[in-house]
Nanobody
């Protein structure tokens, strides 16, 4: 059974940095594309960053380019999202997800990030 567990969220001031972690178990880690999504209150979920399984190609939403970095540690089966220069509009629940057959099939429970101005 596949499990994804996010951690690292919290309440921070604007301009701060955070590193979100997603611990993944139950699958062969390097065989899957992965992503981070976020959902702010009253808004639709959006994908903020993804990383490909073949060559590690990364892609980012325009709203986070230059501030967010997605990465993974194969030895620890862990996905990361490094966030710098946080803005109040980054406030959201952040989810990690694993892709298979062109859809994101497995999801974590989310970690709350709140940025105060």
């Amino acid at each position: 059974q596949v499990h994804l567990v996010e951690s690292g969220g919290g309440l921070v001031q604007a301009g701060a940095s955070l590193r979100l972690t997603c611990a993944i178990s139950g699958l062969t880690f390097r065989n899957y594309g992965m992503a981070w999504f976020r959902q702010a209150a009253g808004k639709e979920r959006e994908r903020v960053a993804n990383i490909g399984w073949v060559d590690g190609f990364t892609d980012y939403a325009d709203s986070v380019k230059g501030r967010f970095t997605i990465d993974r540690d194969y030895s620890k089966n862990t996905l990361f999202l490094q966030i710098s220069t946080l803005k109040p509009e980054d406030t959201a629940v952040y989810f990690c997800a694993v892709k298979t057959d062109e859809e994101y099939k497995w999801w974590g429970q989310g970690t709350q990030v709140t940025v105060s101005s």
